[in-house]
């Protein structure tokens, strides 16, 4: 008992001291940026144009308002739907006409883990001629990958023939390193909102949010535990319903913790994006994980994701629908 009581109190002053050096008003220095992923909607090969145009209009005010800058990664088959194909690229149009980046996230969302690294390469390319045409009108290209499914290579072989063939196309990737999970919280939000259950979204949102804060203070903390201090985090969220409706309120929760929303070009100038990083595996996984295991430190105690909102989206006949 008494080794864990000086564990206990040994803990507390590494945190004590490596936590982040407060700003004026008791708020922690901390920076982060927004990537977005799966346009032009998560599920939007269920969905009409009209809906979509409708999500991505409530997202991009949400950013606007918000003043987030943000990064939205196109996965383009999603826009080659019949007699819709206009209005689904005019939603992305949207985008890089109001400011905001586009990156590529694979023509079909291939993970390199599944697909190897030939047909992978390929969806890399089939992926880029939508936003390369709507970057170029912005004098713009596409200059960002992100990995579907956060699936960096099986064998470290792989891995870095993959990351010199973005290299090799003038693409730098965007890390992950805050992933609060909205990709399970979206179709349950989705549904209800399907079926006028205010109550059940209302659930759902503050589940979210709750979700949200607790993963960010526990990346936080590994940040510290790994590199010795907080990067500039990455922050992964999806195109969806939920963050559609209700990106003021995840915002809320993120400035609460000291955050200030930096762009995405800052965020990759800290040193922590540059780090060894020799990580494989079956699963995708977040750079803080990457770092960390990289270290030979793997980390532990994940918040545990809500088991009601589990449950919820395991009952959903297609989750992926929504
Ligand atoms: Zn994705």
Redesign the pocket.
């Known amino acids: 008992m008494k080794k864990l009581q000086i564990l206990l109190h040994i803990c507390t002053l590494c945190i004590t001291v490596l936590a982040p050096k407060f700003a004026g008003g008791g708020e922690a220095d901390r920076q982060i940026a927004v990537t977005i992923?799966?346009l032009p909607a998560d599920a939007a090969f269920s969905m009409t144009a009209t809906t979509i145009t409708e999500i991505n209009t409530n997202l991009l005010k949400g950013l606007r308002d918000e003043k987030i800058p943000a990064v939205g990664?196109v996965?383009e088959k999603k826009v080659y739907h019949w007699g819709e194909v206009d209005q689904r690229i005019k939603a992305l149009a949207m985008w890089v006409d109001s400011g905001f980046e586009l990156g590529n996230?694979g023509f079909s969302?291939l993970s390199l883990n599944n697909a190897g690294l030939k047909a992978w390469e390929d969806d890399v390319i089939h992926g880029e001629n939508v936003i390369g045409l709507l970057l170029g009108e912005h004098n713009m290209k596409p200059r960002y990958f992100?990995h579907?499914?956060l699936a960096t290579g099986r064998d470290l072989q792989t891995r870095r023939e993959a990351e010199a063939f973005l290299t090799g196309r003038n693409y730098r990737i965007a890390p992950v390193t805050v992933d609060p999970w909205d990709w399970m919280f979206g179709p349950v939000y989705a549904d209800a909102k399907k079926r006028g259950d205010a109550a059940l979204q209302q659930e759902v949102l503050n589940s979210y949010l709750l979700h949200a804060d607790a993963v960010l203070a526990y990346d936080e903390q590994l940040s510290r535990e790994t590199l010795g201090y907080e990067p500039k985090q990455i922050l992964l969220l999806?195109d969806n319903q939920l963050n559609a409706d209700h990106l003021k309120e995840l915002a809320a929760v993120i400035r609460k913790r000291g955050y200030k929303f930096i762009a995405l070009a800052d965020a990759l100038s800290d040193p922590a994006y540059s780090m060894p990083d020799t990580f494989v595996g079956e699963e995708g996984s977040g750079w803080l994980d990457h770092w960390a295991i990289t270290l030979g430190k793997p980390p532990k105690g994940y918040p545990a994701f809500p088991a009601a909102i589990m449950e919820r989206y395991n009952k959903l006949p297609n989750p992926l629908d929504y």
């Open positions: 992923d799966d990664f996965n996230h969302h992100r579907p499914y999806h």
